[in-house]
């Protein structure tokens, strides 16, 4: 979870906002903002199947957050991006149509909309953006194929060390010691 910071605000990020429109979306209150009224379409008006599905796809985003990377941590991600492109749709949608959910046309029309819309399209590429990140990233530890940091810090010593041709005092250490040094310090 250190190694993917971003990828975990943007995963919490989006579980909270799940949470909180599922219970949002009990109430008709809110039906014509555009991201309810999207995923109400979506779910063809089943109030309980919309809340069900947000607080599942919450629940198990939290829970893939949660674990290391894989493919069990990306298929938890699947449906809160689901739920996060519906709306990013919706939010087209009626920037297109030029007018919100409830016929409202704002004097900038579908420009207004979808400027008005914008951070929850983005907020669905960025999901995409840390889902990609939280899928992809490796731990070097666990790498074979790659060098460690303190190969890499050893490799470079030992270089520079060899093509250092002055005449002064060298402190010389067993490389299994300094590999102990240097991992006591990372």
């Not at 779910?43 to 309980?48: L, N």
């Not at 899928?135 to 490799?155: E, H, M, N, Q």
């Amino acid at each position: 979870m250190q190694k993917r910071p971003t990828a975990v605000v943007v995963i919490y990020s989006a579980a909270t906002l799940h949470l909180v429109e599922a219970f949002i979306a009990q109430s008709k209150a809110a039906d014509n903002s555009i991201p309810i009224a999207s995923l109400l379409s979506a779910f063809a008006g089943q109030r309980i199947a919309l809340a069900a599905t947000m607080l599942l796809a919450a629940l198990l985003a939290l829970s893939g957050a949660l674990q290391r990377p894989g493919c069990l941590a990306i298929f938890t991600l699947i449906p809160q991006q689901t739920l996060l492109v519906i709306t990013a749709i919706g939010a087209f949608a009626y920037a297109c149509m030029g007018h919100y959910a409830d016929g409202y046309e704002p004097a900038g029309g579908g420009l207004f909309i979808f400027a008005d819309q914008l951070p929850r399209v983005l907020f669905a590429i960025a999901h995409v953006v840390a889902s990609y990140q939280w899928f992809w990233s490796s731990d070097l530890s666990r790498s074979r194929w790659k060098t460690s940091t303190v190969d890499k810090i050893l490799a470079e010593a030992n270089w520079a060390s060899l093509s250092d041709d002055r005449e002064d005092d060298v402190l010389v250490i067993p490389v299994d010691d300094m590999r102990e040094i240097i991992r006591g310090r990372l």
